[in-house]
């Protein structure tokens, strides 16, 4: 463990002596925007998914993946997340109904898994979906903070080792079960007046199974 | 934390006091094998995704999600677990060649994460895939326990708290970056004489961010 | 085109000028049942999917493709066709609900290019949907079967050349709108007692856009 | 059929007598740019997937799906077509290599099908995959047109009536197996000189099968 105020141990950077060296090293399916140039328009605007890797030469133990991107909650480096948003627009009988729904990944880390063990805990990536039928503007932006509010830890698109220790401490000292997360996110979507009903779910993919845990909650605040 | 030999905390049964129920809540997507009866031919074999969810009242913590299916390395319960596997046969003016290609899910637990922490280290699911040109014959099943042994925990389709607690500290006391994954994994691959030529590859679906770790090692033991 | 009772063409087998030899050609993407020996259970049963490629020398115009499987309408030769099918089963309050969802994959062939153009029509591959809640036991077979019976024509696993001819021509004598699909199913599905509810879909994957068609009509019979 | 210099059919205007309204016809999956307004930012660009729906009465045959959108070959209406496009770059001991890869979505339309039927013919939507290492800047749009030249159409975004009368005809007269597609796209690429090594792939989605047809050839004109 590390002593608060000294330098922070750079394990990437450790001599290896397995003797094997990596083809290709990196990070994979990365969403960023970009801009294409065409023959006739001129610029397209359009969402690229990255893969960028490099050669590791044997004696080296690990590459810095921050540095193919460039974050975070303490380095203060900036870097984008995506998320996935669907707008939903009916006319009945002249009726116009709007809902938005927007999918926001984050860490959940087990609290029974915590408890019983001596020491770590299993995390994860989970995808947290709300969707959410309006009386009124709601930034997609409001959505995503109230989520990332409620989970053991949000995401981010890149993060610089104090940045690291801050995410990984975070989400220990704030375990959520998947019930927990559905049940915390659905209080904040009760007290919120803008929103006239609502499906919350999470979606967490287990580190040590090979399925999801999943819940759901569901309510119309204007029925009773 | 837990002290040795004393009973282990029940946490999912514990009392809730949020008032909201859950409508559903369980294990999503998991795979097993079914029969189903058809008219004409009798039995067909086939594989389904399952999903099994209840409802859960406001005054229950949580689900034992392990009782949806029935696990593994402490308790001693059995489950299932589901790898995706690819024969490849190639015949070339006479010459026959095949290659088998198997994914393995497994748990990843960030060295870098771990030491430079307090406590905690943030842990994921990962997949390994091998895909190996053999000279004799191999069982799925031996390139499976290989990678699984190269893990920083191996995953199961099921587990009682008990297991819980080992595979939760088991991937602490193994971290590996996704480098340490394919070296360790090429390591093994290099000594086993059956095997020609391989590209052993790790994909770490990262728990703090939206995109994932990836590393790639190929040889041609034939070559030199 | 072909007069009755003389020998069918072979296109394929025609020669081929360009000099031109192809690396792979073949099938792509069949599903079918295997059995897989293990190094414990003995025998596991599951679908693959399979790819099967010859090389083709540059002096060939073509490969005949059904060599590969094996079927059919004209010609006699049986083949399998795969179907996803769901099985949803729901207890509320001690009620056990029952649903069945069956995707049929079928051709369609649209009236409009039929009627406008001075010969030929596009066609597709459709997925119709039929999710229905049932009083009594359907077999699945039932319910693809009705649906078959209202596509422009059914799909085969293989065809032998007689009945690539009777598919091509059932197909233009029988056009359908992805709205003619949807309302065929459903006056059948009224017509079925053991059918409750339902919801029918078809989406047609357009052979002249690179986007779908798309039809559903939902009904619950036991409401008024 | 339809004499020339008469008005067009319009089938989907047509009266139905099934007495069965449609809860929802439209265009399903279509890619388009878009702006969205943030909270933060301004104006962030991407690309979104519309699914645009109507209610269609029982008394109306079809509903005219061009209206959804807004084209094409013979109406001279504009429309958007959208291509996955990929760029991959390497530098190996200061070698510089640059590929790109091109999905063009096409119309095939099968020369046995046509040959041997009375009247009709089986066509579906093809993906032809263009990868090519240059040796010079190539516009994407110069590989779309390669392929889309070669193909039995190439598709639109959105067909008005006399549109789908002319790409009806033209896929007719102009039939393809896959072993054409790759063939004559190959052809082109042999005779580009900005090309220094390709592979082209055509995937055939079947309209009287479950799985595709498909072809691939690969040069190196660097070698010999």
Known sequence: ????????PDVQNSVDTRQLAINKVGIK????PVKVQDQSVGIQHTIAVFNMYVGLPHNFKGTHMSRF????PVSGVQSLMDYDVT???????GKVTTSVKVVVPVTSLCPCSKKIS????HNQRSHVTVTAKTNDFVWIEELVRLVEDEASCELFGLLKRPDEKFVTERAYDNPKF???MVRDVAARLNAE????????ESE????IHNHSAYALIEKDKTLA
Chains 1, 2, 3, 4 share one sequence.
């Open 1 to 8: 463990m590390t002593p608060q105020n000294t330098p922070i």
């Open 29 to 32: 399916s990365i969403r960023h």
């Open 69 to 72: 991107v460039g974050t975070a």
């Open 87 to 93: 707008f939903i627009g009916d006319i009945n009988g």
């Open 118 to 121: 001596e020491y770590g805990a």
């Open 178 to 180: 998947v019930e927990d």
């Open 193 to 200: 007046v803008r929103v006239d009903a609502y499906v919350v």
């Open 204 to 207: 967490n993919f287990e580190s």
